[in-house]
């Protein structure tokens, strides 16, 4: 079939088409289809499309999947959506990704995600992010997590998060960071921390700071301590 053929197929007829008729396409009939005809695909069609076809859907059809037809897409077919289609995705579809497809994100397609999206990943599946899609993140989308799921990155996912995503942490977030978390910040992560951060670090936190990270920390941020935690220091 001509690309404006499959372009002029009705929803009725995209949803009639066998599984194998639908692995059939090429890129180039894929690349036509519209959102009306993207939606009508049938979620065990869409689990058969190969990366390649996923890779040619539009933007704008990417953004019109269900969140069902957005589960069914292969984790080879999640990590080759381009950066705008990534970008376009709604929040339900991101809260909708299995921690599988969560995983399979190149460092590109998560520089990409917004805060609003970044905001929106289950919890379990902030937690299987590794240290580069960490680092990948955006400073506002750092800042954009929620304190369940700062609490959720590994601790070498918050070792690679850079200075200028650290200084961007707010208050809540640094309070929320558990005594591993704490205890894995690199020196320089703990000279970009503010006042207002530092004052926040818990007691039982700053009791297991290493000797390198008291020394990283900046004049006015060892002044903002807490008697409480002065006291707590080893």
Do not use: H, R, W
């Amino acid at each position: 079939l001509s690309t404006a053929a499959v372009a002029a197929l009705g929803t009725a007829q995209i949803q009639a088409m066998t599984t194998a008729q639908v692995a059939a396409l090429t890129t180039a009939q894929v690349a036509v289809l519209s959102t009306a005809q993207a939606q009508a695909l049938e979620t065990a069609d869409v689990a058969a499309l190969s990366s390649t076809q996923v890779a040619a859907l539009s933007t704008a059809a990417v953004a019109a999947l269900s969140t069902a037809q957005i589960q069914a897409v292969k984790t080879s077919g999640i990590a080759v959506l381009s950066t705008a289609a990534t970008a376009a995705l709604t929040t339900a579809q991101v809260q909708a990704l299995s921690t599988a497809q969560v995983n399979a994100l190149t460092t590109a397609q998560v520089a990409a995600l917004t805060t609003a999206q970044v905001a929106v990943i289950e919890t379990a599946d902030v937690a299987v992010l590794k240290s580069t899609q960490v680092a990948a993140l955006t400073t506002a989308g750092v800042a954009a997590l929620t304190t369940a799921q700062i609490g959720a990155v590994q601790t070498a996912g918050i070792a690679a998060l850079s200075t200028a995503a650290v200084a961007a942490l707010t208050t809540a977030q640094v309070q929320a960071l558990s005594t591993a978390q704490v205890n894995n910040l690199t020196t320089a992560q703990g000279a970009a921390l503010t006042t207002a951060q530092v004052a926040a670090i818990e007691t039982v936190d700053v009791a297991v700071l290493k000797t390198n990270q008291i020394a990283g920390l900046s004049t006015a941020a060892v002044a903002a301590l807490g008697t409480a935690q002065i006291q707590a220091m080893t």
